[in-house]
T-cell receptor
Framework: EAEVAQSPRYKITEKSQAVAFWCDPI?????LYWYRQILGQGPELLVQ????????DSQLPKDRFSAERLKGVDSTLKIQPAELGDSAMYLC????????????FGQGTRLTVV | GENVEQHPSTLSVQEGDSAVIKCTYS??????FPWYKQELGKRPQLIID?????GEKKDQRIAVTLNKTAKHFSLHITETQPEDSAVYFC???????????FGTGTRLTVIP
């Protein structure tokens, strides 16, 4: 069964350092999402791509976060500089094109900022 | 933006009993309501979803109901089993573009 791949699974970084996460969606899925899940809460959408274009980044803290999906396939989410409050699970998801299609989540990257 | 509230935050039931989780949403434009199950340390997985043109949907022991007038939807699990223990999230999409707004989750514990 095809899965969304994310790496690394765990990341510990010092505050003010840069950190990057990688996501490879299910083959053929045009839509890719990055979510942040703080412990005890539901996932919160950070950015949504349709192919290589950003369709929603209204919740992305653009002063420190950036995301790209250059060839419309895999994607990278970067934080620079990391802050203590960025500690969370970062989930990537993908879905086929179309209205209300199922979003498939990856295992996530658990980030701890110390 | 959409605001999804979910209750209860924790729920314990005896094996074989039923469990009900309720969610409300604020944006009347929302028309897609998925439910995700997240086991400890694992990814969220879709278990059932409902669209606004349907009032109820069933899949074996799981059912979801939707009341668009009242802006609430519920997950019903019957004949609960220990493997149903997980965190369950409801979500709503007001855009039709899979822009999901999630509730805060319900931790369900099924006691053997």
């Amino acid at each position: 069964e095809a899965e969304v791949a994310q790496s690394p699974r765990y990341k510990i970084t010092e505050k003010s350092q840069a950190v990057a996460f990688w996501c490879d969606p299910i083959s053929g899925h045009a839509t890719l999402y990055w979510y942040r899940q703080i412990l005890g809460q539901g996932p919160e959408l950070l950015v949504q791509f349709q192919d290589e274009s950003v369709v929603d980044d209204s919740q992305l803290p653009k002063d420190r976060f950036s995301a790209e999906r250059l060839k419309g396939v895999d994607s990278t989410l970067k934080i620079q500089p990391a802050e203590l409050g960025d500690s969370a699970m970062y989930l990537c998801a993908s879905s086929p094109s179309g209205r209300n299609t199922e979003a498939f989540f990856g295992q996530g990257t658990r980030l701890t900022v110390v | 933006g959409e605001n999804v509230e979910q209750h209860p935050s924790t729920l314990s039931v005896q094996e074989g009993d039923s469990a009900v989780i309720k969610c409300t949403y604020s944006d009347s434009a929302s028309n897609y309501f998925p439910w995700y199950k997240q086991e400890l340390g694992k990814r969220p997985q879709l278990i059932i979803d409902i669209r606004s043109n349907v009032g109820e949907k069933k899949d074996q022991r799981i059912a979801v109901t939707l009341n668009k007038t009242a802006k609430h939807f519920s997950l019903h699990i019957t004949e609960t089993q220990p493997e149903d223990s997980a965190v369950y999230f409801c979500a709503a999409d007001p855009t039709g573009a899979n822009n999901l707004f999630f509730g805060t989750g319900t931790r369900l514990t099924v006691i053997p």
